[in-house]
T-cell receptor
């Protein structure tokens, strides 16, 4: 049981390049999330999905796009990378809404992205 | 503005000692409060989740408290171990959706 798996673990890009970060979960969770973590700051929500085929904007969505074509996968795309997008990106999943009850949020181990 | 403030920013303690981490929040409406542990190079892992009606919850040597009136929470670690060295993150859920407000974390280092 792998939980939440993120690929790649590390990546270096040049400004203007594009890439896709992959997230896969094997827990049959409906909800999936993409966050970024920057030094000295709390995690910030980029986009999230409440089910297959649905996506919604989070706190810092500009410069990113997402897709949830399959329930187990959530993709984060950078169309034209900028140095300000240098960060550690975390994917997470949960069975149901985090504001209701005691649903646990499960995180992957992150993708460390540097943009030169 | 919804905010979660944690103190101290960092802490060093000797193995076997106890410590308490603090969290103050201004998130409204409040749904629940979570504490996560994040090891270096890893993703956060959930320790406890508390709703407004709970004021204490334990998970092994970790005990979280919540005072919804003063909007404060604490995480107490008993008989610390080297493996407790990590960042501890306080997170508050706003409303019934998926909007979590994360604190910046307290970095704990346990020395032998």
């Amino acid at each position: 049981n792998a939980g939440v798996t993120q690929t790649p673990k590390f990546r270096v890009l040049k400004t203007g390049q594009s890439m896709t970060l992959l997230c896969a979960q094997d827990m049959n969770h409906e909800y999936m999330y993409w966050y970024r973590q920057d030094p000295g700051m709390g995690l910030r929500l980029i986009h999230y999905s409440v089910g297959e085929g649905t996506t919604a904007k989070g706190e810092v969505p500009d410069g990113y796009n997402v897709s949830r074509l399959k329930k187990q996968n959530f993709l984060l795309g950078l169309e034209s990378a900028a140095p300000s997008q240098t960060s550690v990106y975390f994917c997470a999943s949960s069975y149901s809404s985090l504001g209701q009850g005691y649903w646990t949020q499960h995180f992957g181990d992150g993708t460390r992205l540097s943009i030169l | 503005k919804n905010q979660v403030e944690q103190s101290p920013q960092s802490l060093i303690i000797l193995e076997g000692k106890n410590c308490t981490l603090q969290c103050n929040y201004t998130v409204s409406p409040f749904s629940n409060l979570r504490w996560y542990k994040q090891d270096t190079g890893r993703g956060p892992v959930s320790l406890t989740i508390m709703t407004f009606s709970e004021n204490t919850k334990s998970n092994g040597r970790y005990t979280a408290t919540l005072d919804a009136d003063t909007k404060q929470s604490s995480l107490h670690i008993t008989a610390s171990q080297l493996s407790d060295s990590a960042s501890y993150i306080c997170v508050v859920s706003s409303g019934y959706g998926n909007k979590l407000v994360f604190g910046a974390g307290t970095i704990l280092r346990v020395k032998s």
